[in-house]
């Protein structure tokens, strides 16, 4: 199917012109290239100069190809795809380019099929020889100097418009972020010169000639460009002018016009002005990156705006810049528009598991929220979301529902640092952060199992910023802290889980009340290639219970609390291509009960409610939801010495999945994909369980499982309903019954060792 779907078998042509040659197919070849990736670069951005009359219309299904209504062949139009191709190579560095064509037609029935073939030689790119930076201005010259360790283009760099282009734009920047305030672009010009004066003078000695000749062939050969960047003649001299920070004045209402008492508050040289009493005047000033006096700074104007528009209490922010006629102070107008004070949201989610042994498994999750936008007057946030999940499912006779979950969350997030004395690491974080106080409660009914009921509070900061990478990627940082983070849960045990544990044992530190006090830090990081072709996202938890708590004594810490340490981490990218795309992920995880973990019966294994566990429509495929595993484990899923749930203290897996079009139906795009998931959870200490159900390096490659399948998804745009059918090509833990399959490739009739998922939206993080 890989195969199939990335080579077409054949292609249908409709409408095309009759009796002339027409466009099938348009290839471009680079010749001689320096490099692979150098080769495939210049590839895709000359295909980008062809003229779409000479573009092949052709649509990849995933068996065939489209094309629909495509042009006559017009060699006028080759010769403007070919000067658009120079300029390209021009624009690359490369002006000793040349570039040919061919065209072929091959008759197919009625039809002649031209086929377009470039050939292009781009030669030794320019390089650049020497770097001038020439300002008519002392102090930009002195700025200039100061900062030449940043620039983008450097002696040997190709002399290509886009680096030179950027340097541009970096010395704009700078000059702004310096004080000068109206420094525009077009100041600026670069003069360049790829003439060797000394090859022009005369010579009448033979020995000099010969140099001359030696020095010209070389630079045939390796061609050199001498660069400087000049300021145009400054007319206006307020554009060389420095410029300081002089008034803020807001308006936190900038659509009240019910007229009314305007009232103003002045704090730290800023004036708030509102006619109602909507916003605390006190909550502009630590959102404000200038101060009165200082230096203008471009990017403390820009870290202002973004974070007036992040707070998210404006849908509209607008910072008007107000230079003084004739002096060196520039004044604002901070002008907000507020958003919908309220806002209220409701979601479904579902998942769908089916097993021709244990029947169908439908997972439906209903959310319903409510925000504020501007709780207690000060911009906070105010999130309430009240949640109900339930697992139907049909383990016995009449049993329909398995699970049911009720839960709700009270999130206030402030748009400012809450912590005394970090005045200065707010002034210079140039990212986005606020803090964080969380209350929530649940309480899970697991049938004839257990009831959980849990409180948590927490307090955080969530901080983000951006890094720039300006050859290749553009990253994003989040990291969110919880600091402490408090969970309490409190267990009533059913008589069915009564009688598990008395059978096995093993499960009883599984199942007991527990408490957690611990710390919490997320770390995520997107980021991507300039050229969109693919995206990363690395992420990272870590949580520790109890490593301070623990050393207080008393009975009730000593029999309720945690003590662990919990680790882990996930990879994932996407390869993207016109039409197909490929993802990659990984995942490996680990948490660890510490043994100075007062109770003995809490030692064995971390809490339940904190493990890891595999399958169902967003892990391992071919498994049911908490199916897999823990390592190679025999244990039957029903009966009186059953448990249905398999939890561990560790999980790894990878997943592959490559993705390509099928069809559209009425308008909506119909996809699907091919994947392989691999991996399992295991338990740590020997004291935990079995001992096929501990992790152990040498029995690595036994336990891990491994599933294949195919799935079609339906993109509806705001979301996607997806069908996977799954096939267990490899099952380390199935039932008793099912012994003789364990851990063969291959070796489950194709319906019993089946599995269909449906989920909604893509699975893992693309």
Known sequence: MLFLSSCNVFTVVKKYPKDVPFVFETRVKVEDALSKEEKERLEAGLNEQLDDSIRSRKVDKVLWAV???????????????????????????????????????????????????????????????????????????????????????KKGDPFAQAPVSAEMDRLVELYRNSGYLRFSRGLLFGLWDTLDVSLLEPTLDPLEQAAQLERLKNRRLNPTANLE??????????????????????????????????????????????????????????????????????????????????????????????????????????????????????????SFSQSVL???????????????????????????????????????????????????????????????????????????FRSLFTLSAASTERRYLFNLTSFSSAWGYEFGWRGRDYSTNNRTFNLSVKIPNIEYSYLIRRDSLDRMIARNPSIKNLFSDGLITSSIMKFIMPWGNISGHNTNVIRANFEESGLLTGMIRNSFLDQHLYRFVKLDVEYAKLYK????????????????????????????????????????????????????????????????????????????????????????????????????????????????????????????????????????????????????????????????ENLSFRNKFFAYPFIKGSQLQIGIGYPFIF
């Open 67 to 153: 094309i629909k209504n495509p042009s006559r062949l017009d060699t006028s139009q080759i010769s403007k795809s070919i000067q658009n191709m120079h300029y390209y190579l021009n624009a690359q560095g490369y002006f000793q380019d040349s570039i040919s064509y061919a065209t072929n037609v091959k008759k197919v029935e009625d039809q002649q099929r031209s086929t377009i073939q470039f050939y292009v030689w781009p030669k030794q790119a320019t390089k650049i020889d020497s770097l001038a930076y020439i300002l008519q201005h002392d102090s930009l010259q002195k700025v200039t100097d100061e900062n030449l360790k940043n620039a983008f283009i």
């Open 577 to 736: 291509w016109p039409k197909t795309a490929l993802v990659l992920r990984g995942f490996a995880g680990a948490g660890y009960e510490l043994e100075s973990t007062a109770n003995p019966e809490k030692r064995a294994q971390m809490p339940f409610f904190k493990q890891y566990y595999s399958g169902g429509p967003n892990s391992m495929r071919a498994w049911q939801l908490r199916r897999l595993g823990p390592g190679s484990t025999i244990k039957s899923f029903e009966g009186e010495y059953s448990f249905p749930d398999r939890f561990g203290d560790m999980q790894l897996e990878a997943n592959i999945e490559y993705r390509m079009p099928l069809f559209k139906m009425g308008g909506i795009p119909i996809n699907g994909a091919v994947f392989t998931d691999i991996g399992n959870v295991w338990l740590l200490k020997k004291e935990a369980g079995l001992a096929d159900e501990i992790f152990k390096l040498s029995r690595l490659g036994t336990d891990l499982a491994v599933g294949s399948g195919a799935g079609v998804r339906v993109d509806l745009g705001f979301f996607v309903i997806r069908l996977d059918y799954a096939y267990k090509v490899k099952d380390p833990s199935p039932a008793p």
């Open 229 to 350: 960047i000049r300021t145009r003649p400054i007319e206006d001299s307020t554009a060389i002018r420095k410029y300081y920070v002089g008034n803020f004045v807001v308006y936190p209402n900038s659509s009240d016009t019910s007229g009314g008492n305007r009232k103003e508050t002045v704090l730290d040289n800023i004036t708030v002005i509102q006619t109602r009493n909507t916003f605390k005047p006190k909550i502009f000033p630590p959102n404000i990156y200038l101060k009165k006096g200082d230096s203008y700074d471009q990017r403390r104007y820009i870290r202002t705006l973004n974070r007036f528009n992040n707070i998210g209490s404006w849908r509209m922010v607008d910072i008007a810049q107000l230079p003084r006629d004739n002096q060196d102070t520039v004044d604002f107008a901070v002008r907000l528009l507020p958003a919908k004070k309220y806002n209220f949201t409701t979601n479904v989610e579902g």
């Open 358 to 432: 244990s029947g169908n498994f439908v997972g439906l999750g209903f959310s319903l929220g409510l925000q504020n936008r501007n709780f207690a007057r000060a911009a906070n946030l105010m999130s309430t979301n009240v949640n109900y999940l339930v697992e139907l499912g049909q383990l016995t006779a009449g049993d329909i529902i398995q699970t049911q979950q009720f839960s709700a969350t009270n999130t206030i997030s402030y748009p400012r640092f809450i912590f005394p004395g970090m005045q200065g690491f707010k002034n210079n974080f140039r990212g986005n």
